[in-house]
Each structure stands twice: as C-alpha cells, then as structure tokens.
C-alpha cells in the first residue's frame, strides 16, 4: 500500500474523473482533491498540472507542504482517467478482480464500450438527438451486451477494475434518459428509456442496476447535482442552437 502523497484532480461532473474517484474511494487511499471548474479552468491548471486542461489529472510523490498548483518538476503527473485507474490498481490490487480471467475480460468490456458505445452516446447526447445517432447507440448496446458483456459482471458480487472505468458511463446513460438530459428536443430521453425496456438489454439493465447500488459508486458523486448542473446547461445550449439566427 502506498503512502506518497496523491493528489487528484477533477471535477464532479465528469464522468471520467469520477472513474478515478471511485477507484481511489475503493482503495481506500488518502489524497488531496483539487475540484476543477471545467468552465472556468485555472490557468495555473493547463500551465502547471496538464497543457490539455482536461480532468481527472493525478500527482504522485509529492511533498507533503508542497502547493497542488504548482507540483514538483520531478513529481509524476499522470492524465487520462483510464491510465489513472490502471495506475491505482497498481498501488492497490486489491480493487481488482482477484481472478485473472475475469480481470481481462471486465477490462475488454470497458474497452469496447468506449469502441462500438461512448462516441455514438455523445454524438446522440451532445449532438442534437437525431434518430440515426439513437440507432447507433441502441445497435452499439446491443453488440456490446451480447458480446462482451460477461454474466459475472451482471450478477456478480464482486467488482473490479473494469467496472470502475464503466460505471460512471453506464449509469449515467440511463440516468440522464431518466431525466432527459441532453442537447436534444424534450423528450428524446423516453424514447431512449423506452427503447432499452426490450428483451435484449435484460442484461445491460440489470448490470447497470447492480452498479447504482454500489456504495463506492453512488458516495462518490452527488447523482442529483449532475442531473441539475448539467441538465440546465445543456438545456440551455439546445435553446440556443433552435434560436432564429440574427
């Protein structure tokens, strides 16, 4: 277990920095969190921390009286979410799944999401909700369920690295169909809701289930404070982009 100091960087509203929340909340590890207003970043944030001024970003190593915006040269400070998990897991491998087997095939399941899911949901989510982009996601669900999807991960008790890089992703799609968060026209998130009711996403609805009960999970992001921050601010850019042009 490690005891040099971590400091994460985020913003609670990201679904990837809430990946390196929950892997930390896992491990039970001590950090300092630095939240981020992705709206109004820091300059000290993109000049000091990560050029790319996205979030998660983690540092590792540095002293104890040392300022989170300014670390050490020689300190390392590691990007991207998913490099941040793995690199968490390697500190703890208790949050991983303890057979190997399983590991690597929970870790394929968070990868082809990102493949054949993730770039359609943010084109349909972002993009104006048009019916091609909903078939795309409801077809990329539906090769992922059935393919890559293993029934430990559904039914399970026991949850690993692959989850943690998923979970965010899974639940926050049903969760933002549930209340119609989107740059899309109301009520595009029923449409979403009541297409994944079909027999073929029985799975994928009980998998996302099992990850909204999941304590490490659900305590480490306020669900009702995204739903608003984010609904409002998407609304808003929808109602901008309908706006007759001047």
């Not at 490099?83 to 929970?106: E, G, H, M, N």
């Not at 999807?149 to 998923?166: N, Q, T, Y």
Request: some cysteine; proline content about 6%.
């Amino acid at each position: 277990m490690s005891s040099a100091r971590i400091v994460l960087y985020s913003s609670a509203k990201c679904p990837f920095a809430h990946r390196t929340r929950i892997a930390l909340k896992v491990a039970g590890a001590s950090y300092d969190l630095s939240e981020i207003d992705l709206r109004s970043k820091p300059k000290w944030y993109t000049e000091n921390v990560n050029t790319a001024g996205k979030v998660p970003a983690l540092s590792y190593g540095a002293p104890a009286d040392s300022s989170v915006e300014d670390p050490p040269k020689d300190v390392v400070v590691l990007p991207e979410s998913g490099v941040i998990v793995d690199f968490v897991a390697s500190l703890f491998p208790i949050i991983d799944y303890t057979d190997v087997v399983k590991r690597a095939q929970a870790n394929l399941a968070a990868v082809q999401y990102e493949a054949l899911v993730a770039p359609h949901w943010g084109k349909l989510q972002w993009g104006g909700g048009s019916p091609e982009a909903l078939e795309a996601v409801l077809k990329g669900l539906g090769e992922w369920t059935a393919t890559y999807l293993p029934e430990f991960m559904v039914s399970g008790e026991e949850f690993g690295v692959g989850d943690i890089k998923l979970g965010p992703f899974v639940t926050r799609l049903f969760l933002f169909s549930e209340h119609d968060v989107g740059v899309w026209p109301e009520g595009t998130g029923d449409k979403i809701t009541q297409a994944l009711q079909g027999e073929e996403f029985a799975d994928l609805r009980q998998y996302a289930k099992r990850l909204g009960e999941w304590s490490d999970l659900k305590n480490t992001v306020n669900e009702d404070d995204v739903v608003d921050a984010l609904g409002k601010m998407m609304k808003g850019m929808w109602a901008a982009r309908q706006a007759p042009k001047q």
